[in-house]
Nanobody, 116 residues
Framework: QVRLVESGGDLVQPGGSLRLSCAASGTIHSINEMGWYRRQAPGKQRELVATISSGGSTKLGDSVNGRFTISTDNAKKTVYLEMESLKPEDTAVYYC?????????WGQGTQVTVSS
C-alpha cells in the first residue's frame, strides 16, 4: 500500500514564499518520478507544477518556471517544492504524485492560498 502525505500548505501574501513536503510510505523500492500538480478551481483540470525523475531531471510548468524549485530526499522518499515570489494565481490545491511500478499515485492535496 503506497501512501503520500503532503504538508506545508498555508495562506501567504503575494510575493511570499512557501515550502511543500510530501513523504511517501509503504513498500516502495524505487520511485521512477516524484512531483507536484495543482488544481486551481473545482472542475478545472489538474496542471503540472514540477516533476523530478529518479535520475534528477526536472520539469517545471511554464507558469512557475524560475519561481519554484523541486527537490527530493531519496533516503526519506520525500519530495519538496520550494515556492517563491508567489502570486494570487498560484492559489490552488497542490497534489503530490509519484510514478512507481507502472502506476501513478496521488496524495490528498494541500491548500495554498496567496492573498493579501
Amino acid at each position: 500500500q503506497v501512501r503520500l502525505v503532503e504538508s506545508g500548505g498555508d495562506l501567504v501574501q503575494p510575493g511570499g514564499s512557501l515550502r511543500l513536503s510530501c513523504a511517501a510510505s509503504g513498500t516502495i523500492h524505487s520511485i521512477n518520478e516524484m512531483g507536484w500538480y495543482r488544481r486551481q478551481a473545482p472542475g478545472k483540470q489538474r496542471e503540472l507544477v514540477a516533476t523530478i525523475s529518479s535520475g534528477g531531471s526536472t520539469k517545471l510548468g511554464d507558469s512557475v518556471n524560475g519561481r519554484f524549485t523541486i527537490s527530493t530526499d531519496n533516503a526519506k522518499k520525500t519530495v519538496y517544492l520550494e515556492m517563491e515570489s508567489l502570486k494570487p494565481e498560484d492559489t490552488a490545491v497542490y497534489y503530490c504524485t509519484i510514478f512507481y511500478n507502472y502506476f501513478r499515485y496521488w496524495g490528498q492535496g494541500t491548500q495554498v492560498t496567496v492573498s493579501s
